[in-house]
């Protein structure tokens, strides 16, 4: 079993609609964990943090179920521009490299 | 503000032939990372240094060799390329006291 789990999709969505993704890990001891964005041909960027009391960023909300090891980001009112990969992260705390979901790429249509 | 600088961002090797990806961060970050990236396959970690003076194999070195020269640069260099070694390279770096990972732009390898 791969350490960090996501649905590669692809979701291909409307504008306007609302999406979202799940990851689950396979470390209980798993320190903290992110959401990162890719765009094609792009490097990936930090999009946000996920912390267990769930958090917001704009239309971007992420979630953190330690008991089922698992985390969303749900996107509301999608836009064109959403439309990468979008990467699971899981810090395993320490010196140890961060481990990162294959990802789960979404198109959003006109 | 140039945050992990990487070269060359595209280069065509014959297979065989040897080079040297160079990476630079100017954050004062300790710890510093060469990931590949193929279609379908994610990022996979090659090597990382957690700390100048120190390297450690990732998840795919065979065919890598690393050199943290200093606190700034870590270089991946490939001895004999491989065309399995095609590929989006990209370096990256981390402050451990902050989490964030920071990437450069990524080089794109083809080996012939």
């Known amino acids: 079993r791969k350490e960090v789990e996501q649905d590669p999709g692809p979701f291909n969505v409307p504008e306007g609609a609302t999406v979202a993704f799940n990851c689950t890990y396979s470390?209980?001891?798993?320190?903290?964990f992110f959401w990162y964005r890719q765009d094609c041909r792009k490097e990936p960027k930090l999009l946000m943090s996920v912390y267990s009391s769930g958090n917001e960023d704009g239309r971007f909300t992420a979630q953190l179920n330690r008991a089922s090891q698992y985390i969303s980001l749900l996107i509301r009112d999608s836009k064109l521009s959403d439309s990468a990969t979008y990467l699971c992260v899981v810090n395993r705390g320490g010196n140890t490299p961060l481990v990162f979901g294959k990802g789960t790429r979404l198109s959003v249509i006109a | 503000n140039a945050g992990v600088t990487q070269t060359p961002k595209f280069q065509v090797l014959k297979t065989g032939q040897s080079m040297t990806l160079q990476c630079a961060q100017d954050m004062n970050h300790n710890s510093m990372y060469w990931y590949r990236q193929d279609p379908g396959m994610g990022l996979r970690l090659i090597y990382y240094?957690?700390?100048?003076?120190?390297?450690d194999k990732g998840e795919v070195p065979n065919g890598y060799n690393v050199s943290r020269l200093n606190k700034r640069e870590f270089s991946l260099r490939l001895e004999s390329a491989a065309p399995s070694q095609t590929s989006v390279y990209f370096c990256a770096s981390r402050d451990l006291a902050g989490n964030t990972i920071y990437f450069g732009e990524g080089s794109w390898l083809t080996v012939v």
């Open positions: 240094s957690a700390s100048e003076g120190t390297t």
């Open positions: 470390n209980s001891a798993s320190q903290s």
